[in-house]
Each structure stands twice: as C-alpha cells, then as structure tokens.
C-alpha cells in the first residue's frame, strides 16, 4: 500500500492520540519509533498497526531516548519520522532533542502532557511541560510548538508540524495533554489530493559540489539522503558548512545565530493564534489546549454578565504571539492567563505586556480541568 492509501478518508469518531497518528501517516511518515507511556501510547499503538499496512517501520525502542536517536536516524535516512511521548519520558528525550536542533533534522515529537514532576500524574491532565518545550535541552535554538485543543486539530497540527519541520529542517513538538488525547469526537479527514504537503528539501547537486550546511537566504540549508554517494558528517560539535567540527567562538556565533534566525525572522510566517472578541475587549483570556475550551465558557458566562471580554488562544505556543499580546497591552485592562500548571505561559505574558496591563494567572496543579467559574471570577478581579 502506498503512503497516498495510508490516508483513511472521510468521517471518523476517534480521540486525540489515534488523530495525531493518522495525521502522521497522512502526512506521509513512514517510521515510528517509540516507548509506551501514558497517555501517549494509544499514539503508539496506532502506529504499529498501521505502519505495517504503508510498508513503513514501527519499532518499540528500549526507552524514550533511544526512541528519539532513532527517529533522527530514520530521518536521514530518507524517512518522515515521528515519535510520542508524555512527561517524564520528554525529559529524557531532550538530549536527543537538542541534537535534532543542531543537526537540522526533521521530525515530529508528539507529547501528550500529563501532571508532574517524576511520575507524577501518568492517567490524569496536566501543561506543565509547557516551558521545557522551549528551554528544556540545553543551549541555544528556537522551537516550534503546536497546541491542539481537539482531536480534529490532533490530526491537522501533526500534519503541519511535519510541513513546518520539512521547510524549515528541525524537530516540531506537537503539545498535546491528557484530556485532549482521551477526548473521542468526529474527525475529519480529507482525501489526500486535498492534503497539503512541504516536501524534504532534497539538493540537486551533485555529490562533488554539494555542501552540507551551506544556505541560501532562507538559512536552511538542503539535505541528502544517506546510501545516496554523498559524503556527510553529522555532529552535535558545533560544525562549518561541511559538517565537520570546528571549536571556536567565531564559528559558534555563526551556526548557532542561523539556528536561531532561521525561525525568528519567520515567526510572524509560523505563529498561529484565534481570536474571539479581543477588538474592544476589556480583558483578554490568553490560553491554550484543553484549557482554551473550558475558557470559552468562562467566556460566555462574563459576556452574560456584560463584561467586555474576549479570548486569544494560542495555536502556535512557540513561537510566543509578542507584538500582539504588546499590542493588546495597550488597549486592555488586564489578560487573564488559566493554565493546568502553576504559572508558566503567564510570565511570557506578563514580560510582554511590559507593565502597561494587569496579568492575573489562574493556576491548577493538574488533575483535572479549571471550573469556569474560577477563570470568570479573575476576570472580576482584573476587572474591579
């Protein structure tokens, strides 16, 4: 079967996990490599009953950071790759992480958040890994992260992580959470001629005059795939445009800088943000995943009340909405920030706003979702 039939079109009632591995295959991965845990594995339970059907690879690895070195492997060796994991078994992916920012290798990591720290939580929601998405490995990069705050949106991000991975030659993280993974609803998949998808920038030079890492004004440099005659050295050492290592100042101001740059010039390009009521709003409720659907309540109980509030959810978490939650800063009174953690996105917030508008976080250490009630009663608080 090829990948084109890997596409199960039309209506489907499934929950979150099982959407983002069909949003996977329809994005055309064909190698999965993973290690159970809840509850992130229907993910990879999926898969391994599906890959075997589009002539693709599952592979249980020993671990989460095996799981991680395998997809990076798989990616070079010509495969779109992808792999599932939830909170402590993301902490154990970042060192691999890390090497897939430095190396430029596509992938997709999908992380179904569940309450910490240490084992914490396995069955039950949390979004405190939040934060780690974009600091958790060390040195510098940038990120990308998509918020799904439903199963439909499980299939349609995985399928954007993989495009964003592809154009722009990086790991993407898909931040889901418990609840939306376990959440059933209908899906909707379309047929394949009407999926969009970024193909592997592959060079078309030969073996003689190709260089690795060299880039055009886009900074991304093009990729080969190993067996192919072409010779490559890939390194997590801070490299020259051939690959090979070189340990000074000079050359790590100018590959991280492009690490780096590579993103942040197109962070307007990539960040995907919804809107509801935010023009004239006297508060703005800023969340993300699960949490954006309880605040749509909360924000029909204040619009009730005749409260001027609106409501921003944040598709893309990374890179972060600045120059909007700027703007807005200066026409509102205050944003009001629920998270199923104790303050993580809500002094991105607040650094934002930059003292010209209150910042009022309504925090849950996890378990379960925010009662409405305490998101509305914030926004009386901001409010009084």
Known sequence: MSAKHAVLTGEHFMNGDVAAAEGGLAAGCTFFGGYPITPATEVAERMSERLPEVDGIYIQMEDEIASMCAILGAAWGGAKSMTSTSGPGFSLMMENLGLGFMTETPCVLVNVQRGGPSTG???????????????????????????????????????????????????????????????????????????????????????????????????????????????????????DERGYPVINATEQAKLVRRLVDKVRRNAERILRVEEDGTDGAEVVIVCYGITSRVAQMALELARRK??????????????????????????????????????????????????????????????????PEAILRAIEEVLS
């Open 306 to 371: 005749r409260k001027r509030v609106g409501l921003m959810r944040l598709v893309t978490v990374w890179p972060f909405p600045e120059a909007r939650i700027r703007e807005l800063a200066r026409q509102v009174r205050g944003f009001v920030v629920p998270e199923i953690n104790l303050g993580q996105i809500v002094y991105e917030v607040e650094r934002c706003a930059a003292g010209q508008a209150r910042t009022l976080l309504v925090p849950h250490a996890g378990g379960d979702v925010h009662p």
């Open 121 to 239: 939580l396995p069955t039950l929601v949390g979004q405190q890994d939040i934060m780690q998405a974009r600091w958790g490995s060390h040195g510098d990069y940038e990120v990308i992260a998509l918020a799904p705050n439903s199963p439909q949106e499980c299939f349609d991000l995985t399928i954007e992580a993989f495009n964003l991975s592809e154009q722009y030659r990086m790991p993407v993280l898909v931040m889901t959470d418990e609840v939306i993974g376990h959440m059933t609803e209908k899906v909707v998949i379309p047929p394949p001629e009407q999926i969009r998808l970024t193909p592997r920038r592959y060079t078309r030079r030969p073996p003689a005059e190709y260089v690795p890492f060299a880039t055009g004004q886009d900074l991304v440099p093009e990729m080969i795939k190993f067996g192919e005659g072409y010779r490559v050295h890939i390194t997590g050492l801070t490299h």
